[in-house]
């Protein structure tokens, strides 16, 4: 079992920027790929990238290509989204999560263990 522990989630004004952070725990050594999503009120879960646990290989959503990067801290076992001038339509609940094959997936069934989720609020 892998255990997903988000947070950096908080208030921040239109412009600024967040890290999150996703901690992993357990058996880690399950991890194929982690990826991030978010989910605003009322709407979908959208699917915002992902990073291959095996190597550096991310992929990013064109919606948020340029203004997000992901990365990895393997010896931590931590996944982070760096977020940069954000807009209140990136005001979300912001989830990682985890799937034990390698390869890119955009769909949330894909991926068994998700974390708790963190608040991001960005205001105008």
């Known amino acids: 079992q892998v255990q997903l522990v988000e947070s950096g989630g908080g208030l921040v004004q239109a412009g600024g920027s967040l890290r999150l952070s996703c901690a992993a725990s357990?058996?880690?050594?399950?991890?194929?790929?982690l990826a991030w999503f978010r989910q605003a009120s009322g709407k979908e879960r959208e699917f915002l990238g992902l990073?291959?646990?095996?190597?550096?290989?991310?992929r990013l959503e064109d919606s948020v290509r340029g203004r997000f990067t992901i990365s990895k801290n393997i010896r931590e076992n931590t996944a982070y989204l760096q977020m940069n001038n954000l807009n209140p339509g990136d005001s979300a609940t912001y989830y990682c999560?985890?799937?034990?094959?390698?390869?890119?997936?955009?769909?949330?069934?894909?991926?068994?263990?998700w974390g708790q989720g963190t608040q991001v609020t960005v205001s105008s």
């Open positions: 999560a985890v799937r034990r094959l390698r390869g890119f997936s955009r769909s949330a069934t894909d991926y068994a263990t």
């Open positions: 357990g058996r880690t050594g399950n991890i194929g790929a």
């Open positions: 990073v291959l646990w095996g190597d550096s290989l991310t």
